[in-house]
């Protein structure tokens, strides 16, 4: 009998943090060894998490999935700093080494953000010569708005990110991301990785996190089913670069508000601060165009991951944001489809989840190119809306294309990393 191969999957969130990147790491964790890689975890010890703990989410590991756990600099007394992966980057490096030196590991794996802990790759690499990859959760590299303002906190991140990603990447053997747009950046910046082995996984949706919660009896706490309403759940952060596709929403709705008048769209968890019940981002602009707490709803505070899961079930359908950057593909697509929920959704035109929808049959898109084109979101939204309440009225989910969306299970998604590992520790 050939021994699985063992894999030390380097993240410092895990469950009981209900931070969404935690899924990333749970998921790959819990297929890898139907695929030949044992897994361990190396994260950071809950009493060091400053967002809010969700003890349902470990519930949903595997029983004997190995979690290796370290302590980091706490931030109750002075907060020089939040990042996670600065406060713990020692302990994580030192417990790191300890194993890999200790114990037969073929291949470190390292998702970001925290982008930090990527440069413990670079560092692990040169003492144990450790093949290791880097998993972009989100771009490194990345403009924020106020990032042209020089000396600002975005400024100096943006400085920081391209001075530190090509040292963290450099011995990398393996670049991994969300979809293609978020490291493909990455090896044009670094000519040297050009052979470097790459591959784009999407968050893969996981069916048994859906049926887990018709056993833990949660109560959805946020708002109550109204038969009398047509209810949307947008769930998830609010991104620096959605705003202008929203405000064309918002304004569209305003300009026709009759035909919302039986219409709520609830975003939840989409707050400026994690914790922070009064972080409105939403509100403003809904207050704005004078929808707030009519037609629009929004619930700051992030919930945990199986709360929101509840909050789908009760809701008639989900609504998907996306971002003016082509590469953004929400994660959420996914759970959506597993809900059992048709979508109405406003995309980039080379998002891939615009195909995903459309070809599996699961709801409407507006689809538009970018920034310079924002104002035909207003111009059909209000038609595609219509075209989208025809829809689901006839929407069974039984006539959602499963078969095409298998590619995005979670499994399938596991089953490509695996490949992409066996191919890369084979390569001299």
């Known amino acids: 009998m050939i021994d699985n191969k063992k894999i030390l999957i380097l993240y410092p969130h895990f469950p009981p943090s209900n931070l969404a990147g935690v899924h990333r790491a749970r998921l790959f964790a819990q297929h890898l060894p139907t695929f030949g890689w044992e897994p361990t975890i190396l994260t950071v010890h809950k009493n060091f998490y400053e967002e809010k703990l969700d003890y349902n989410l470990e519930k949903l590991l595997p029983l004997n999935l190995r979690i290796v756990k370290v302590?980091?600099?706490?931030?109750?007394?002075?907060?020089?700093?939040g990042d996670i992966g600065l406060r713990?980057?020692?302990?994580?490096?030192?417990?790191?080494?300890?194993?890999?030196?200790?114990?037969?590991?073929?291949?470190?794996?390292i998702p970001i953000p925290s982008f930090y802990c990527a440069l413990l790759g670079r560092m692990l690499y040169g003492k144990t010569k450790i093949k290791y990859g880097i998993d972009y959760i989100d771009p490194w590299v990345h403009t924020f708005p106020g990032s042209e303002k020089i000396f600002s906190r975005h400024w100096l991140s943006t400085k920081l990110a391209k001075f530190l990603e090509p040292i963290a990447v450099k011995k990398a053997s393996l670049i991994t991301g969300v979809a293609e747009g978020y490291y493909q950046p990455v090896l044009n910046r670094n000519q040297h990785l050009k052979n470097v082995i790459t591959g784009a996984m999407p968050y893969g949706g996981e069916a048994k996190d859906h049926e887990i919660i018709k056993s833990l009896n949660i109560e959805p706490n946020l708002f109550k089913k109204n038969t009398n309403k047509l209810q949307f759940v947008y769930a998830g952060a609010m991104l620096p670069k959605a705003y202008k596709p929203l405000e064309k929403i918002f304004e569209a709705i305003s300009e026709n508000n009759a035909l919302f008048e039986t219409v709520e769209f609830h975003f939840i968890g989409t707050g400026k601060r994690t914790n922070d019940a009064e972080s409105y981002n939403i509100k403003p602009l809904a207050e704005k165009y004078g929808l707030w707490n009519?037609?629009?709803?929004?619930?700051?505070?992030?919930?945990?991951?199986?709360?929101?899961?509840?909050?789908?079930?009760?809701?008639?359908?989900?609504?998907?944001?996306?971002?003016t950057e082509p590469h953004y593909t929400p994660s959420k697509v996914y759970q959506a489809i597993l809900s059992g929920k048709s979508l109405f959704a406003v995309l980039h035109a080379q998002s891939s989840a615009v195909k995903v929808i459309k070809d599996s049959n699961v709801g409407?898109?507006?689809?538009?190119?970018?920034?310079?084109?924002?104002?035909?979101?207003?111009?059909?939204?209000?038609?595609?809306?219509?075209?989208?309440?025809?829809?689901?009225?006839?929407?069974?989910?039984?006539?959602?294309?499963?078969?095409?969306?298998?590619?995005?299970?979670?499994?399938?998604?596991?089953?490509?990393?695996?490949?992409l590992l066996d191919e890369t520790i084979a390569t001299i």
């Open 294 to 323: 009519l037609i629009v709803f929004e619930y700051p505070a992030r919930i945990p991951y199986l709360d929101v899961l509840v909050h789908l079930n009760i809701a008639d359908a989900v609504f998907i944001l996306g971002s």
């Open 88 to 109: 713990a980057f020692f302990q994580l490096y030192k417990k790191a080494k300890e194993l890999l030196c200790t114990e037969k590991f073929d291949f470190l794996y």
């Open 71 to 81: 302590n980091a600099f706490s931030t109750k007394k002075i907060r020089l700093f």
């Open 364 to 419: 409407v898109v507006i689809d538009f190119n970018g920034e310079n084109d924002v104002e035909n979101i207003k111009k059909s939204f209000v038609h595609s809306f219509l075209g989208y309440k025809k829809f689901l009225h006839t929407f069974k989910k039984e006539q959602v294309n499963t078969e095409l969306f298998n590619e995005y299970s979670a499994f399938e998604v596991t089953k490509k990393l695996a490949s």
